[in-house]
Structure formats: structure tokens, C-alpha cells
């Protein structure tokens, strides 16, 4: 009987222990999220000074023009396909929307930067617990949510934030729902083919982290180091 009860001493320490780590994780990603949309709005002057470089006017001046019917120029006169498309292509439909306002975009873009950057510090979050505890999560989401240098690449107006997200959702996906498992069903296989597929689409470079990812499954399948794909 002793030994029961300290068995349940343990199981509610440990769901305590959980439930705190948690908490801590929302405070983090309600602290950093909220820093990053209170600097999506701030004055253009202080974004350009902060954040943005060239690049940034380049692919939205891109998507400005697609959505005003020019293709996919910047000068409306050379077409151009050297940009990240899948960042470009979001914005679109927001100077479709918006086509003589060329400040609204802006913020709106840096918005949607944010809110990708939140759930890219949960998906950090979900990895680091995956391989060690929830504790260690926490603090890999914090040093993503709240470090300098990572909220400025995070808001730099481009497609950096995003290519990110599609790596941490690729990564976590292989880890959680295929590398641990002997029998997987083909639609988590096809998840993770179209998360790869839409990594690459958000830097073409992304297709050297397809394809190491890739050799390491295939290599790790044939050895029978783990039971990937």
C-alpha cells in the first residue's frame, strides 16, 4: 500500500512538473508573439532602420505587381522569377486586396511573419521535448521567441520566417510521426512529402535540407538504425 501511494505521489508530481513547464511555455509564446506584432506596427521609418533589407521592397514590389496584373516583374518591364516564391505568392492577394496602399501590405506582411514565428516557437518547442523533456523545450522556445537577433531575421519583411516554420514542421513531423514507428500509414508519408515540398517552395535553397534530410532516411532505413520510412 506504501508503495502505491508513493507511486501516485510520483504521477501527480510528474503532471504537475508538466503543467508548470506549460504554463511557462505560453508565457514565453505570449511575450515574444506579442513583442513581434507590437513591432509589425510600429512606424515604417523605424522597420526599414530595424529590420528590412533590399530585399524586402524587391519581393513585395514583385507581389504588388503580380496582383496588379504586370507578371512577376519588379521593374515592370523584365520579368524575373529570382525571388522565394511561396512568401511572394502570400502577399498577392493582400495588394490584390489593397492595390493603392503601399504601407497597410507592409504591416500586414510583418503580421503574418509574426503569428508564423509563434508557431514556429511551439513547434521548437515540441521537438526539443520529443528528444529530451518538456523543460528543455521550454527553453529552446524561449531563446527562439525571445532572442534579438532571431525576432530581426523573424520580421526582416522576407521569406526567412517562413523557411524556418518548414523545417521545424518537416522535422517534427519525420521525428514524431514516422522515425519512431514500424507501421506508418502512406498519408503520413504523403504529410511529409507535401511539408517538404512547401519547404522548398519557401527558399529553393531548402532543397539541400530535403535532401540531407532524405539520405538520412534512406540510409537509416537500409542500416535498420531506426524504423523510418
Same mark, same amino acid.
Given at each position: 500500500?506504501?508503495?502505491?501511494?508513493?507511486? =501516485?505521489?510520483?504521477?501527480?508530481? =510528474? $503532471?504537475? &512538473?508538466?503543467?508548470?513547464?506549460?504554463?511557462?511555455?505560453?508565457?514565453?509564446?505570449?511575450?515574444?508573439?506579442?513583442?513581434?506584432?507590437?513591432?509589425? *506596427?510600429?512606424?515604417?521609418?523605424?522597420?526599414?532602420?530595424? &529590420? &528590412?533589407?533590399?530585399?524586402?521592397?524587391?519581393?513585395?514590389?514583385? @507581389? $504588388? %505587381?503580380? @496582383?496588379?496584373?504586370?507578371?512577376?516583374? &519588379?521593374? /515592370?518591364?523584365?520579368?524575373? %522569377?529570382?525571388?522565394?516564391?511561396?512568401?511572394? *505568392? !502570400?502577399?498577392?492577394?493582400?495588394? *490584390? !486586396?489593397?492595390? %493603392?496602399?503601399?504601407?497597410?501590405?507592409?504591416?500586414?506582411?510583418?503580421?503574418?511573419?509574426?503569428?508564423?514565428?509563434?508557431?514556429?516557437?511551439?513547434?521548437?518547442?515540441?521537438?526539443? /521535448?520529443?528528444?529530451?523533456?518538456?523543460?528543455?523545450?521550454?527553453?529552446?522556445?524561449?531563446? *527562439?521567441?525571445?532572442?534579438?537577433?532571431?525576432?530581426?531575421?523573424?520580421?526582416?519583411?522576407?521569406?526567412?520566417?517562413?523557411?524556418?516554420?518548414?523545417?521545424?514542421?518537416? @522535422?517534427?513531423?519525420?521525428?514524431? $510521426?514516422?522515425?519512431?514507428?514500424?507501421?506508418?500509414? !502512406?498519408?503520413?508519408?504523403?504529410?511529409?512529402?507535401?511539408?517538404?515540398?512547401?519547404?522548398?517552395?519557401? /527558399?529553393?535553397?531548402?532543397?539541400?535540407?530535403?535532401?540531407?534530410?532524405?539520405?538520412?532516411?534512406?540510409?537509416?532505413?537500409?542500416?535498420?538504425?531506426?524504423?523510418?520510412?
Amino acid at each position: 500500500m506504501h508503495i502505491a501511494t508513493d507511486n =501516485r505521489e510520483t504521477g501527480t508530481t =510528474r $503532471r504537475q &512538473f508538466v503543467l508548470s513547464s506549460s504554463a511557462v511555455l505560453l508565457l514565453v509564446l505570449g511575450i515574444g508573439g506579442l513583442f513581434r506584432l507590437l513591432l509589425a *506596427w510600429r512606424s515604417l521609418d523605424v522597420l526599414d532602420t530595424l &529590420f &528590412f533589407p533590399d530585399d524586402t521592397y524587391l519581393s513585395l514590389g514583385i @507581389a $504588388r %505587381n503580380i @496582383a496588379l496584373g504586370y507578371g512577376s516583374t &519588379f521593374d /515592370r518591364v523584365v520579368l524575373t %522569377n529570382g525571388y522565394q516564391p511561396l512568401y511572394v *505568392w !502570400l502577399m498577392v492577394p493582400v495588394y *490584390w !486586396l489593397l492595390p %493603392n496602399d503601399l504601407l497597410l501590405p507592409i504591416h500586414i506582411a510583418l503580421t503574418m511573419l509574426a503569428l508564423v514565428g509563434i508557431v514556429t516557437g511551439w513547434l521548437v518547442y515540441l521537438i526539443a /521535448r520529443h528528444l529530451a523533456t518538456p523543460w528543455h523545450g521550454v527553453v529552446a522556445a524561449a531563446i *527562439w521567441m525571445l532572442d534579438p537577433r532571431v525576432i530581426g531575421q523573424n520580421l526582416n519583411g522576407l521569406e526567412t520566417g517562413i523557411a524556418v516554420l518548414g523545417m521545424a514542421a518537416t @522535422a517534427y513531423w519525420y521525428l514524431s $510521426r514516422i522515425r519512431d514507428h514500424t507501421q506508418i500509414p !502512406l498519408w503520413r508519408v504523403a504529410v511529409l512529402g507535401v511539408l517538404a515540398g512547401l519547404t522548398i517552395l519557401t /527558399r529553393v535553397d531548402q532543397v539541400v535540407f530535403v535532401g540531407a534530410s532524405a539520405s538520412i532516411i534512406l540510409l537509416s532505413t537500409a542500416t535498420g538504425v531506426s524504423s523510418g520510412i
